[in-house]
């Protein structure tokens, strides 16, 4: 009896080595797919959701980054020139949706490092940009207060840019 419980042991113990080792097969079979739909600009802070931040209101630099991404498959063969605007109708359908009253953080508050940047040929992003903070000052935000910052992306060159992280949507809070 032990002897067939033994061999039924080893009988199971090979049959499941077999089913693993087939399991690591390394072909995959993928339905025809074109590479240039899958390239895409898009800003990479932006896979996040909101992204929030707590400045402190003192003199010292004070910045966070963005940027823009060539997603797909290899790199852009000519530069890709985007642009960066502030874009206040995110706020306000953020507000609607949500049923938040953020503000837009006044334009005295900050000063994008460019509006305009390229995605140079062979390269995948633009240089990390900074978003720098003014918080002393006439011109200073209120304190313990949340504004909001979202930051979108554009192109006028003929390549699609992923409409869901097309937007980085900054929280600043000044303490």
């Given at each position: 009896?032990?002897?067939?419980?033994?061999?039924?042991?080893?009988?199971?113990?090979?049959?499941?080595?077999?089913?693993?080792?087939?399991?690591?097969?390394?072909?995959?079979?993928?339905?025809?797919?074109?590479?240039?739909?899958?390239?895409?600009?898009?800003?990479?802070?932006?896979?996040?959701?909101?992204?929030?931040?707590?400045?402190?209101?003192?003199?010292?630099?004070?910045?966070?980054?963005?940027?823009?991404?060539?997603?797909?498959?290899?790199v852009?063969n000519?530069?890709?020139?985007v642009?960066?605007?502030?874009?206040?109708?995110?706020?306000?359908?953020?507000?609607?949706?949500?049923?938040?009253?953020?503000?837009?953080?006044?334009?005295?508050?900050?000063?994008?490092?460019?509006?305009?940047?390229?995605?140079?040929?062979?390269?995948?992003?633009?240089?990390?940009?900074?978003?720098?903070?003014?918080?002393?000052?006439?011109?200073?935000?209120?304190?313990?207060?949340?504004?909001?910052?979202?930051?979108?992306?554009?192109?006028?060159?003929?390549i699609?840019?992923?409409?869901?992280?097309?937007?980085?949507?900054?929280?600043i809070?000044?303490?």
């Amino acid at each position: 009896m032990k002897k067939i419980l033994l061999i039924i042991t080893r009988l199971f113990i090979a049959t499941c080595l077999l089913v693993a080792l087939h399991a690591c097969d390394d072909k995959v079979n993928l339905p025809p797919q074109s590479a240039a739909d899958y390239i895409q600009l898009y800003m990479p802070q932006a896979t996040d959701g909101l992204v929030h931040k707590t400045l402190s209101m003192d003199a010292d630099a004070q910045y966070v980054l963005y940027g823009a991404y060539y997603g797909g498959e290899g790199v852009p063969n000519a530069d890709i020139p985007v642009q960066f605007t502030v874009n206040q109708t995110v706020v306000d359908s953020m507000n609607t949706a949500n049923g938040t009253q953020y503000a837009l953080l006044p334009q005295t508050c900050y000063q994008l490092e460019a509006v305009n940047a390229l995605i140079k040929m062979g390269e995948r992003s633009t240089p990390p940009l900074k978003i720098s903070f003014s918080t002393l000052g006439a011109d200073a935000p209120e304190s313990d207060k949340e504004y909001m910052l979202p930051i979108s992306l554009e192109t006028k060159a003929a390549i699609k840019i992923n409409p869901e992280l097309k937007t980085t949507i900054f929280v600043i809070k000044f303490e």
